[in-house]
């Protein structure tokens, strides 16, 4: 599951067009995981981590 770290979090929107199934704006208009997110959206949430210019979030295992 993923989680995005607040206080390294710019708000870029990167993560949440990567995959949209996974990420989207909080009301402070930072990026958070969405809950119950299934396996299935495990690799673009990766791809989605991987080109977050702040390294903001962060994949623990369930
Ligand atoms: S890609 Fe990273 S910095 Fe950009 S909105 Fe998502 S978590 Fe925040």
């Given at each position: 599951?993923?989680?995005?770290?607040?206080?390294?979090?710019?708000?870029?929107?990167?993560?949440?067009?990567?995959?949209?199934?996974?990420?989207?704006?909080?009301?402070?208009?930072?990026?958070?995981?969405?809950?119950?997110?299934?396996?299935?959206?495990?690799?673009i949430?990766?791809?989605?981590?991987?080109?977050?210019?702040?390294?903001?979030?962060?994949?623990?295992?369930?």
């Amino acid at each position: 599951m993923f989680f995005v770290e607040k206080d390294k979090c710019i708000g870029c929107g990167s993560c949440v067009n990567i995959a949209p199934e996974v990420f989207e704006f909080d009301s402070d208009n930072l990026a958070k995981a969405k809950e119950n997110v299934g396996d299935e959206f495990k690799d673009i949430g990766m791809e989605a981590l991987e080109n977050c210019p702040t390294n903001a979030i962060v994949y623990k295992k369930e």
